[in-house]
């Protein structure tokens, strides 16, 4: 197997498959939660969880939404309080909105405006409505501007995308206008007014550089919508999901635990016994037994290890036989004792680290 180092364009341009692969952690800890419920035997299957639950959407529409994949940010929650998702095509479009190109081309505001009933949604020609309709006239996704020029100028699907590599890149707007003449001389041939195939050829070539896959959209509401589902209905995994898969989202750790908790989710204390290296959950309830790795200085490496050493030689009884198995020294097994993970033992060797315990 060979790796070849090459331009994004020239690839398309070879004929070959060019796929933009994103690595989110929010998929590791859908899995986690998934998982970490099967350890409980608590059967969950994100694939069978129904896209229309109100609880879902009652909580998007209050920006209740902390940890939460995609919708988590200042920015989304502020937008999500005015335009309340109630379906899965409005937390597409909702995902797809707050981004760079879409607030640089001016389509944030008019969409809140349809959105709230503040002005009429209006096509920019009849044959578009089908197209538009779930972004209320607004042109919001690369397939529709693909969609959109087929229906108005009656051309194939590989001249629409002609448009799409047009408009695919920052050099792309000599192009574009290029192509102006084309566009409207065969919207016209297909029964559009030539004021209206100016006005709609303005607007895809506003779109330039501001596109985003519907596709891509969809997939991110989904994982959205997994994660506000398992807050709701799993808030212990969805907890302990994030708190292992860190660093990710915007918040720390401390407002995660603290959203969480207010919730009624509660919380074991780290414990050279009773923890793992990654977080689990105990109980009927759930509660959450928080890991050795979650340790400040302590890490996964060093923590699977003590778990791997305790498992060898069975539950650590002393200070000094924990640090004698393991070989943890210095500021990992000092933090350790700060975080409370020998306050079970009943008995602590101070000398051992030269710190006390709180």
């Not at 364009?9 to 998934?34: P, W, Y």
Request: proline share 5%; charged share 25%.
């Amino acid at each position: 197997m060979a790796v070849v180092g090459a331009d994004k364009e020239d690839v398309e341009d070879l004929g070959l498959a060019k796929l933009d692969l994103l690595c989110l952690r929010a998929m590791s800890v859908v899995q986690e939660c998934e998982e970490l419920e099967k350890v409980r035997g608590v059967p969950l299957d994100l694939t069978e969880v129904p896209l229309d639950d109100s609880r879902v959407y009652d909580a998007l529409g209050r920006a209740d939404t902390i940890g939460a994949s995609q919708v988590e940010s200042r920015a989304q929650q502020q937008s999500l309080v005015r335009t309340r998702p109630r379906k899965f095509s409005d937390l597409m479009a909702q995902v797809a909105i707050i981004r760079p190109g879409p607030i640089q081309g001016g389509m944030v505001h008019p969409y809140y405006k349809r959105r709230t009933g503040e002005e009429p949604v209006r096509y920019p020609h009849p044959k578009l409505e089908p197209i538009l309709r779930d972004t209320l006239g607004i042109i919001l996704y690369q397939e529709q501007v693909l969609l959109s020029v087929s229906a108005l100028t009656g051309c194939t699907a590989g001249e629409a995308d002609g448009f799409r590599r047009a408009m695919g890149s920052h050099r792309s707007r000599k192009a574009m206008e290029a192509l102006r003449p084309w566009f409207v001389g065969r919207a016209v041939a297909n029964g559009v007014s030539e004021r209206v195939a100016e006005d709609c050829f303005g607007q895809i070539a506003g779109f330039a550089d501001y596109g985003f896959c519907q596709s891509h959209a969809a997939a991110l509401a989904r994982l959205a919508y997994e994660t506000m589902w398992l807050k709701l209905y799993h808030p212990s995994a969805f907890v302990a999901g994030p708190l292992n898969n860190q660093p990710m989202g915007f918040y720390p750790v401390e407002v995660l635990v603290w959203d969480t908790r207010r919730r009624g989710v509660r919380f074991l204390p780290v414990g050279i016994n009773g923890s793992t290296a990654r977080c689990t959950l105990e109980g009927d309830e759930p509660l959450v037994r928080l890991g050795l790795g979650r340790v400040k200085g302590v890490g996964e490496g060093v923590a699977e290890s003590i778990v791997r050493a305790r498992g060898e030689g069975g539950p650590y009884d002393s200070l000094a036989g924990f640090a004698r198995r393991t070989g943890t020294v210095g500021r990992p097994l000092e933090n350790l004792v700060l975080a409370g993970a020998f306050d079970r033992l009943g008995r602590l060797v101070s000398s051992c680290c030269g710190t006390r315990t709180r």
